[in-house]
C-alpha cells in the first residue's frame, strides 16, 4: 500500500505558491477541493481569496451563505470568498464598449450594424471565459491575498483557461501593432493638415489590457508560484478525460502539480452484505488499478466518499485533512 504527500508536501516544496488551481471533468470535486484548501491555508494563517464564476453558485452552496455577485466576503478569519456574476460582468462591459464608441465618434445612438455585432460578440461562450479570466487577472493584480485559488467552471476542464493567457497576450500584441500602425499613419495625415490628433484612447486600453494580461500569464506559468491540480475519480470517463488533459498540458509546456483522486469508496466495503456495494467496489479497484499504471505517479492526494456532500466549515476541514495530509493508502 502506497500514502502519498497530500497538498502539504507539494506545499512544503514550494512554499512561493501563491495561486492554486483546481481543473477538471464537471462535477467531480472542484469547488469541494477549492474550498476546502482555502479553509485550511486560512486556518493556517494565511489571508486567502477562493474565486469562481460558476453561475450555479456553488460556493454560496458549499459554505452555505449567499456569496454570489457580492464581491469579496470574508466568511472566516482570512477567508474570503467571491463568486462573480460573469453575466453581469459581460453586459458591464458591453455597456462601457457601447458608451466608449459613442463618446469617439460623438455620437449619440450606435448604427444598428454595431449594436447588432456587439449582441451577438457578448452572446459567444468564449466571453463566459474571458469574463472569468479578466476577473481573475484583476484580482491576481490587486495583490492583496497571500493566495489565490481559482475554482474553475463547470465546463471544459479548465487546462483551455490557461492556455488562454498565452493566446490572449499574442492576440492583443497584435492589434495593438495594428493600431499603432494606424495612429502613424493618421498622425502624418494630420500633420498634412497642420493640426494634431488627440490621445488614442483605443491603444491606451489596449496597454492596460496588455499590461494586466502580461502580469498574469507571467504568473500563471511560473512553476513556483501557481500550482495546477486535477481532480479526477475511479471512473472511465474521468480517467480518460485527465490522459486527454495531461497531453494538453505538455503541449502547452505547463506543468501539471498533481492528481487529486476524488470519492473513493471505503475499501471494507467488501465486507458489505449489499450485492450492490461490492459490485461497486469491484468495479472501483479495477480503475483504480488503471490509474495507478497510467497517471500513478501524479497522484498526490486520495479523498474518500463521504457519506453525503460536503458542505459547511466543518465538513470542509475534514476534507482538508484529506485534500493536504492524504492519510488515505491505496494499491
Ligand atoms: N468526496 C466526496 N464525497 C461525497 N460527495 C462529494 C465528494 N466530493 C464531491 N462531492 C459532491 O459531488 C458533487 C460535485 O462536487 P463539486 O461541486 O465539488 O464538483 P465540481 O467539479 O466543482 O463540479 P462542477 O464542474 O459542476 O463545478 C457535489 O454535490 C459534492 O458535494
Ligand atoms: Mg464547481
Known sequence: LVSFGGLKGYLAKNPETEVVIFAGKGGLGKTTCSAALSLWAAREGKRVLCFST????????????????????????????????????????????????????????????????????????????????????????????????????????????????????????????????????????????????????????????????????????????????????????SIMDTETALKMFEGLGLNLSGLVLNQVYPADLKESPSEFLKNRLEMQEAYLQEIRKKLGDHVISVIPMFSKEPKGLWMLADVAKHLINSPTRLW
Open 54 to 237: 460558476d453561475p450555479q453558485a456553488s460556493l454560496s452552496d458549499i459554505f452555505e451563505q449567499d456569496l454570489f455577485g457580492k464581491g469579496e466576503v470574508e466568511v472566516e478569519k482570512n477567508l474570503f470568498v467571491t463568486e462573480i456574476d460573469a453575466d453581469k460582468r459581460i453586459a458591464d462591459y458591453v455597456e462601457s464598449i457601447r458608451a466608449k464608441i459613442k463618446d469617439m465618434y460623438k455620437l449619440e445612438e450606435l448604427p444598428p450594424e454595431i449594436e447588432q455585432y456587439i449582441q451577438s460578440a457578448s452572446a459567444e461562450p468564449a466571453m463566459y471565459e474571458s469574463a472569468t479570466y479578466d476577473a481573475m487577472a484583476e484580482l491576481l493584480a490587486t495583490r492583496d491575498y497571500d493566495l489565490y485559488v481559482f475554482d474553475m467552471p463547470p465546463f471544459g476542464h479548465g487546462v483551455r483557461m490557461i492556455a488562454m493567457a498565452e493566446i490572449l497576450g499574442k492576440w492583443v500584441e497584435k492589434i495593438t501593432d495594428a493600431r499603432k500602425q494606424a495612429q502613424e499613419y493618421e498622425e502624418v495625415a494630420a500633420k498634412l493638415r497642420g493640426g494634431k490628433i488627440s490621445e488614442d484612447k483605443v491603444l491606451e486600453e489596449l496597454n492596460d489590457i496588455r499590461k494586466k494580461l502580461t502580469f498574469f500569464t507571467e504568473v500563471m506559468l511560473d512553476r513556483k508560484r501557481s500550482a495546477f491540480f486535477m481532480v479526477l475519480t475511479a471512473e472511465k470517463l
